[in-house]
């Protein structure tokens, strides 16, 4: 069982930043996750991978509407990853979540969310002009 817990949302201007935080843990050594995602879902719309990390080993994956903006990183000490995100634009504005499996990332497949059995409970981003 892994347990995920989103902070760092907010309200932000457009051209602004926000730093995403998804603080996990896994009630076993087995259990743990290797792969974390963070989706995002607007109003409306389906649930878009935006990019995905590997922990333990790095290797971020990207989303082509993100990648040149969002930066995602993880500090296993800390057993959280963050995602970067700046020069924020209107569409930015949705829902994020954090998701994690046990398996490996695997490139843009780890973008997917029918492989990702565990879910934190989102936190809202809304930029406004």
């Known amino acids: 069982q892994v347990q995920l817990v989103e902070s760092g949302g907010g309200s932000v201007q457009t051209g602004g930043s926000l730093r995403l935080s998804c603080a996990y843990s896994a009630a076993t050594w087995t259990s743990r996750p290797n792969c974390i995602t963070w989706f995002r879902q607007a109003p409306g719309k389906g649930r878009e991978g935006l990019a995905s990390?590997?922990?333990?080993?790095?290797?971020?994956y990207y989303a082509d509407s993100v990648k040149d903006r969002f930066t995602i990183s993880y500090d296993s000490a800390k057993k959280a990853v963050y995602l970067q995100m700046n020069s924020l634009k209107f569409e930015d504005t949705a829902m994020y979540y954090c998701?994690?499996?046990?398996?490996?990332?695997?490139?843009?497949?780890?973008?997917?969310?029918?492989?990702?059995?565990?879910w934190g409970q989102g936190t809202q981003v809304t930029v406004s002009s």
């Open positions: 998701a994690a499996r046990t398996r490996r990332c695997a490139g843009g497949e780890s973008l997917t969310d029918g492989s990702f059995a565990y």
């Open positions: 990390i590997w922990i333990g080993g790095g290797s971020p």
